[in-house]
């Protein structure tokens, strides 16, 4: 019964035409097969998992790493020229292999953080040259199961574990309404997080140089300028990272709202582009929320500002959920977080999007004995938090789109996935 269940969503979906299509509609463990599965989701321009054969995919000589990606932008280059059209190389290994010390795997990305589509501003560009490349390094446990985490260690198995629990309004504010609340020190020990910074050669990447952070040297890496790694919560699968929610001064990105009496700050989006992505600060391309051009569509060639676009300007969210190709619509991968679990997209198995008391305060799901984030058209739009956390009725107050979910909020909102999955189960049989 479940295994005609299981082939008939299969068929329903009919993914046949994706090559990663096992984990459309799936979670992962933290095996290796499942972190080589997962790493293959990635647009990566080089992979050569646990020491296998070198893959270059967009390679035109025999070492060539990198990708070079061409668009016809009007305005200025990653190389801080103005032409009609600009190229740049784009630079992202993934790679899965046994920690140096305990169990498990690391899965480790290096990425210059560089889109494998078009952008768009009109002041400025993100730092990038088509001659050379210097990356950015993130090595972390692979999808670390929920109870193998340092901080569970004595609890008994019956025993609730939250990584983060958030109990009071301060509590939430303090940690949602944070722009650089992602330091890699505040990561589970058992997860081993670390960081490097590379220019290009590889040179910097032997096991001593992998720290606690990464140490920004405009001299070795001039192409790099993130000091820190503070505000990134994890790394698209087109290798684009993926910021928390919100501007410097802490308010919703997209959504912002004052809450602190003496601290009032004009309300203003972040300006993006057609892709949701934005480099205000730092000449670092990035997204604040799920970016529909991860997924390989049309969008990836437009070039424009969310805010002249009337369908991007006047609902972004529903906008950004829309873009999703109907295949996509289940749910499927979007990157990593830096605590090594999986990002999901904004819609769930049934093709539903992923309501407020679905998720913790951290953006997170349980599947079985691991975790992982999903996107939601709701603040703090992709990670919160290192979960997995608690459920507090609290809201972040730096948002005018924040998570609601009361107690009775809770209550219809079990009694729709009860509803959702009978509807569902019966729609499957039928079939
Ligand atoms: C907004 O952008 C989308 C995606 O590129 C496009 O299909 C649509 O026509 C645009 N709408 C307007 C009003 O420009
Ligand atoms: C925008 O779209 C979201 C779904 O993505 C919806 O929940 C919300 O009500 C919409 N907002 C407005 C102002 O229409």
Same mark, same amino acid.
């Given at each position: 019964?479940?295994?005609?269940?299981?082939?008939?969503?299969?068929?329903?979906?009919?993914?046949?035409?994706?090559?990663?299509?096992?984990?459309? #509609?799936?979670?992962?463990?933290?095996?290796?097969?499942?972190?080589?599965?997962?790493?293959?989701?990635?647009?990566? =321009?080089?992979?050569?998992?646990?020491?296998?054969? *070198?893959?270059?995919?967009?390679?035109?000589? @025999?070492?060539?790493?990198?990708?070079?990606?061409?668009? @016809?932008?009007?305005?200025?280059? %990653?190389?801080?020229? @103005?032409?009609?059209?600009?190229?740049? &190389?784009?630079?992202?290994?993934?790679?899965?292999?046994?920690?140096?010390?305990?169990?498990?795997?690391?899965?480790?990305?290096?990425?210059?953080?560089?889109?494998?589509?078009?952008?768009? @501003?009109?002041?400025?560009?993100?730092?990038?040259?088509?001659?050379?490349?210097?990356?950015?390094?993130?090595?972390?446990?692979?999808?670390?199961?929920?109870?193998?985490?340092?901080?569970?260690?004595?609890?008994?198995?019956?025993?609730?574990?939250?990584?983060?629990?958030?109990? =009071?309004?301060?509590?939430?504010?303090?940690?949602?309404?944070?722009? $650089?609340?992602?330091?890699?020190?505040?990561?589970?020990?058992?997860?081993?997080?670390?960081?490097? &910074?590379?220019?290009?050669?590889?040179?910097?990447?032997?096991?001593?140089?992998?720290?606690?952070?990464?140490?920004?040297?405009?001299? =070795?890496?001039?192409?790099?300028?993130?000091?820190?790694?503070?505000?990134?919560?994890?790394?698209?699968?087109?290798?684009?990272?993926?910021?928390? #929610?919100?501007?410097?001064?802490?308010?919703?990105?997209?959504?912002?709202?004052?809450?602190?009496?003496?601290?009032?700050?004009?309300?203003?989006?972040?300006?993006?582009?057609?892709?949701?992505?934005?480099?205000?600060?730092?000449?670092?391309?990035?997204?604040? &929320?799920?970016? %529909?051009?991860?997924?390989?569509?049309?969008?990836?060639?437009?070039?424009?500002?969310?805010?002249?676009?009337?369908?991007?300007?006047?609902?972004? =969210?529903?906008? *950004?959920?829309?873009?999703?190709?109907?295949?996509? $619509?289940?749910?499927?991968?979007?990157?990593?977080?830096?605590?090594?679990?999986?990002?999901?997209?904004?819609?769930?198995?049934?093709?539903?999007?992923?309501?407020?008391?679905?998720?913790?305060?951290?953006?997170?799901?349980?599947?079985?004995?691991?975790?992982?984030?999903?996107?939601?058209?709701?603040?703090?739009?992709?990670?919160?938090?290192?979960?997995?956390?608690?459920?507090?009725?609290?809201?972040?107050?730096?948002?005018?789109?924040?998570?609601?979910?009361?107690?009775?909020?809770?209550?219809?909102? &079990?009694?729709?996935?009860?509803?959702?999955?009978?509807?569902?189960?019966?729609?499957?049989?039928?079939?």
């Amino acid at each position: 019964m479940l295994r005609n269940l299981a082939l008939t969503l299969l068929a329903t979906i009919n993914l046949a035409d994706f090559a990663s299509s096992a984990f459309l #509609g799936s979670s992962f463990s933290d095996s290796l097969q499942d972190c080589v599965s997962f790493m293959h989701m990635f647009d990566y =321009t080089f992979s050569n998992s646990q020491g296998g054969s *070198a893959d270059r995919p967009y390679g035109l000589t @025999s070492n060539q790493d990198y990708e070079m990606v061409k668009c @016809s932008i009007p305005g200025i280059c %990653p190389d801080d020229i @103005s032409r009609t059209t600009c190229q740049w &190389m784009r630079i992202l290994t993934v790679v899965c292999q046994a920690v140096q010390t305990g169990t498990g795997y690391d899965i480790q990305v290096l990425t210059n953080s560089l889109p494998n589509h078009c952008y768009y @501003s009109q002041i400025s560009a993100p730092v990038g040259s088509f001659a050379k490349y210097n990356t950015y390094g993130i090595r972390t446990h692979w999808n670390l199961a929920t109870r193998s985490m340092d901080k569970a260690t004595g609890l008994l198995r019956n025993q609730v574990f939250y990584n983060t629990n958030l109990a =009071t309004q301060t509590d939430v504010n303090n940690q949602l309404c944070d722009g $650089k609340w992602a330091k890699g020190a505040t990561l589970d020990n058992n997860i081993y997080y670390r960081e490097a &910074m590379d220019d290009g050669t590889y040179n910097t990447y032997a096991n001593n140089k992998w720290a606690s952070d990464w140490n920004l040297n405009t001299v =070795t890496t001039p192409l790099l300028r993130m000091p820190d790694s503070d505000a990134i919560v994890g790394i698209a699968l087109n290798g684009v990272f993926i910021f928390a #929610g919100n501007q410097e001064n802490g308010l919703d990105a997209f959504f912002p709202k004052n809450f602190q009496h003496d601290k009032q700050y004009e309300l203003n989006r972040i300006d993006i582009d057609l892709c949701l992505g934005s480099f205000h600060t730092f000449s670092t391309y990035r997204y604040h &929320m799920f970016s %529909p051009c991860i997924y390989d569509i049309k969008l990836r060639d437009q070039v424009g500002l969310c805010r002249r676009n009337d369908t991007c300007d006047q609902n972004l =969210t529903q906008y *950004a959920v829309d873009m999703v190709p109907s295949v996509m $619509k289940t749910q499927a991968p979007i990157g990593i977080a830096k605590d090594g679990r999986v990002i999901y997209g904004p819609y769930k198995i049934t093709g539903e999007l992923w309501q407020p008391c679905e998720v913790d305060i951290c953006n997170g799901v349980n599947f079985g004995s691991f975790y992982g984030y999903v996107a939601t058209v709701f603040h703090p739009y992709v990670v919160g938090c290192w979960g997995p956390g608690n459920k507090p009725s609290y809201h972040a107050q730096c948002s005018s789109n924040p998570r609601l979910c009361s107690n009775a909020n809770y209550l219809s909102s &079990m009694f729709t996935v009860i509803g959702g999955a009978i509807m569902f189960f019966l729609y499957a049989i039928i079939l």
